[in-house]
């Protein structure tokens, strides 16, 4: 049995990241043809847009890392199977990922090596929970992202409604009733509404952008460790004792049992044949005494 390592997975997610720098890098000043998009989205509002690419930031590390800590387990249960020490002593430290499951398969190869099914349940599920675990935070990071890239969509949104009631408000009073003067002021003006709009829509972009490069690391992420679990699960198949011997015992003793039920019965109702001829036999000299005493008693002379 021969365990993947995340090799795979993590040359996925370092080249998917490749990509989105490069897609970057050409959106940049920096590139060949140069172009302001990223950036311009970015100064319409950095404090926000520069807190989504921190969270994004942090995402990615942790997707990494998810990824990582997958490989100390494997070269534990490497060892493990590869050592000829029978007390095991020059093992590793297990990973916190398989603590539980080092416990159990050291306590059960002073027993002989094998597990029992309920043991074997409970290292998968051990094993499962904690990978579901360790997944919650990448999942809520791709969900944050979302969240901030919708916050300043309404932000945006709210600041233009907000400035374009300011401009139509101060349009009348400003022009005196001229409506070419009016049409001056009003285009002069709308520069504060469309920088709402771009703080509006430069977050969704970053947001949305962000949450779609978290989800598929996260889906590499899962992809390995599911490998991992299932690779684990065969293993642990072949190391674990099959009830198949006991209930092939248990139907011996009952056909057994059944095979003596017969004589048993026989024998029972022998016994009972038996008392009942005694008894019959018993109530007969009853009789016979009696009828004796019957008989004495008128052959005696009377006085």
Do not use: K
């Amino acid at each position: 049995m021969r365990f993947g390592g995340p090799g795979g997975a993590i040359l996925n997610m370092v080249l998917f990241l490749g990509v989105v720098v490069a897609v970057a890098y050409w959106l940049s000043p920096l590139s060949p043809q140069p172009n302001e998009l990223l950036v311009t989205s970015f100064s319409a509002n950095p404090y926000l847009n520069g807190l989504i690419l921190l969270v994004l930031a942090v995402g990615i590390v942790y997707n990494f890392r998810q990824a990582v800590i997958i490989d100390p387990a494997i070269r534990w249960v490497r060892s493990f199977r590869a050592s000829v020490d029978p007390s095991r002593t020059r093992l590793p430290r297990p990973p916190a990922l398989i603590g539980a499951m080092a416990r159990i398969l050291l306590d059960a190869d002073e027993r002989g090596g094998r597990l029992t099914q309920a043991s074997s349940r409970a290292i998968l599920d051990s094993i499962g929970t904690r990978i579901d675990e360790g997944r919650e935070f990448g999942r809520y990071a791709g969900n944050l992202l979302v969240f901030l890239g919708l916050l300043g969509t309404f932000w945006g949104l709210l600041q233009t409604v907000t400035d374009v009631s300011a401009v139509i408000s101060s349009l009348g009073a400003s022009t005196g009733g001229d409506s070419a003067t009016a049409v001056t002021s009003l285009i002069n003006n709308l520069n504060e509404p469309l920088s709402g709009m771009n703080t509006a829509f430069s977050s969704s972009l970053f947001g949305l952008g962000g949450s779609l490069i978290l989800g598929f690391l996260d889906i590499q992420a899962g992809q390995a460790q599911n490998r991992f679990y299932s690779d684990l699960e065969d293993w642990l198949s072949g190391i674990t004792e099959s009830t198949t011997g006991s209930a092939g015992e248990g139907r011996a003793h009952f056909t057994a049992s059944a095979d003596l039920i017969e004589p048993l019965t026989q024998a029972l109702t022998a016994l009972a044949e038996a008392q009942n001829d005694s008894a019959a036999a018993v109530r007969e000299e009853i009789r016979e005494l009696g009828r004796t005493l019957l008989q004495g008693d008128d052959r005696r002379p009377r006085r």
